[in-house]
């Protein structure tokens, strides 16, 4: 890609890739549980350029230079990282509320009602006019490549629009586009349409989400669809419409034979957990997010000692989940909720040598995840609704003997893909825990079977195509632009 330069990209997320965080007398850093984090860092590695952000961590202000900015990976220095501070106002109206009260809700429509609160809509205005403010100072061109990521910047794409009209602009939405209907309820829904068509490319993770966008545009505003394409004519733009599935970066063989053995990580989590030898071990791994399907897979597996007795004694489902976005009710009231069914199944089926569930409520590394996944007969992934989810892909990644088996919910935008999962209806227990019981009684032959041609998928869908289609889509509109320019 010639015409994209890494000096000219600029990313532009709420999250930041590396967070900086004070720990007594040290600063430690940490790194965000986020799937569009995890797909991003590794292209901004590959191609350099700005990433501006929210600057989050408690020692963040600390160690950045006077332009509030500092090189990223720490002793890499690939790409530079522009942080943007937010006020505690700001913060609270814009990324607690607007984006994680009303658009989270409002496109996952998973039974958490949507929050629409005037102030809130004024402070995601307003940080999206500072964040556009930011984009505009840093493009070194007129016509700058901006990768806009995620729901917190609906009206990013316009506002840049309005000052760089030559800019190629490349949003995506992390989450899915619910239909017309569910979104009709925002009030305002016309604004945020607008704000997104200020994109030259407008991508999603699914055909699906696309479909539900183009029809939610063709519902509430004028606008000329051409369907063929997929392709959007809002004013005198264009936006294309496109589905990017998204991925994770496959583990380089370097990285994977530095990995500690597939039995070494079996007892290491046994000992740390107390397992008994012959133990059938499932793990889900989530941010502490009521999407997740966290109380559907806790009912699943308790369903499933309670319809095969067999099973107690010898299976451990162990759940990592770190806390997320803890400031909102609706969380903290889940993890509460969470907390009381595992109590209340573990007194249910536990003894004083058998727990059945384990709930590790904490932010774990990425080493510490390879570990478990490594140690697991089972991962469940049972999301009421996801964009894509990479927890999947991250367990099919780790498992180079060819072992363990995934069980995925079909409301997942990687089931699409994810074909050898066992694939289940989160919402149906019976279904979920008879899916559990497949996976735990299935022969070696058969894992491997689906596992290699999982892994197969995965490595060749791998984060690298899924930037590399949506920068040459870019590369190629880019170049009709300025052709068109000089007729
Ligand atoms: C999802 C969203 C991301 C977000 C991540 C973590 O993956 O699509 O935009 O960064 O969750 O959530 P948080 O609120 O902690 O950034």
């Not at 490549?145 to 030559?166: N, S």
């Not at 990479?390 to 089931?415: H, I, N, T, W, Y």
Request: aromatic letters at 8%.
């Amino acid at each position: 890609h010639t015409q994209l330069r890494g000096d000219q990209v600029v990313v532009v997320s709420n999250r930041e890739p590396y967070i900086h965080d004070r720990d007594e007398d040290r600063i430690v850093i940490r790194r965000p549980a986020s799937g569009l984090v995890t797909a991003v860092e590794p292209i901004m590695r590959a191609c350099s350029g700005t990433w501006i952000a929210h600057g989050s961590g408690s020692a963040d202000r600390e160690v950045v230079d006077s332009g509030d900015r500092i090189a990223v990976p720490p002793g890499h220095h690939d790409y530079s990282l522009r942080r943007i501070w937010l006020s505690q106002e700001e913060e609270r109206g814009y990324y607690y509320g607007f984006a994680n009260e009303g658009m989270w809700p409002l496109c996952h429509v998973a039974h958490v009602r949507p929050i629409f609160r005037e102030s809130d809509w004024e402070a995601y205005k307003a940080v999206n006019r500072r964040f556009a403010d930011a984009v505009i100072a840093e493009a070194r061109s007129d016509d700058p490549v901006v990768l806009v990521q995620d729901y917190h910047f609906a009206l990013l794409p316009a506002m840049i629009r309005e000052k760089l009209p030559q800019a190629t602009i490349l949003t995506f939405w992390h989450i899915p586009w619910p239909n017309p209907e569910s979104f009709g309820i925002c009030p305002w829904r016309r604004e945020i349409l607008q704000g997104l068509l200020g994109s030259t490319i407008l991508g999603f993770h699914t055909r699906f989400h696309c479909k539900n966008f183009i029809e939610t545009v063709d519902r509430f505003l004028e606008a000329r669809i051409e369907h063929e394409h997929a392709i959007i004519s809002h004013g005198d733009k264009e936006t294309l419409v496109e589905s990017y599935p998204i991925s994770i970066e496959w583990p380089h063989p370097l990285e994977s034979s530095g990995w500690p053995s597939i039995s070494d990580c079996r007892r290491r989590i046994a000992e740390l957990l107390g397992l008994a030898g012959e133990t059938c071990l499932a793990v889900g791994v989530d941010r502490f997010d009521y999407t997740k399907g966290i109380v559907e897979r806790l009912h699943a597996v308790e369903r499933l000692l309670e319809k095969r007795p067999e099973w107690i004694g010898r299976f451990v489902f162990v759940q990592v989940a770190s806390p997320t976005r803890s400031m909102l009710d609706e969380y903290r009231d889940f993890q509460g909720l969470v907390g009381r069914l595992v109590d209340r199944i573990n007194a249910r089926f536990g003894t004083l040598e058998y727990i059945p569930i384990r709930l590790l409520a904490a932010h774990h590394e990425h080493r510490e995840l390879i570990e478990l996944y490594r140690a697991a007969n089972i991962c469940v992934v049972t999301s009421l609704h996801d964009g894509m989810n990479l927890v999947c892909k991250e367990f099919v990644a780790a498992r180079d003997d060819d072992q363990g088996v995934l069980v995925l919910s079909r409301f997942a935008g990687a089931s699409r893909e994810m074909r050898e999962a066992l694939i289940v209806n989160p919402y149906h227990v019976e279904e979920t825990a008879d899916a559990l019981h497949q996976a735990a009684t299935m022969s070696s032959e058969e894992q491997r079977e689906r596992m290699s041609s999982l892994r197969h998928t995965v490595s060749e869908f791998n984060v690298f195509r899924w930037a590399g289609r949506m920068l040459s889509d870019a590369a190629r509109l880019r170049l009709r632009t300025r052709v068109e320019a000089r007729v």
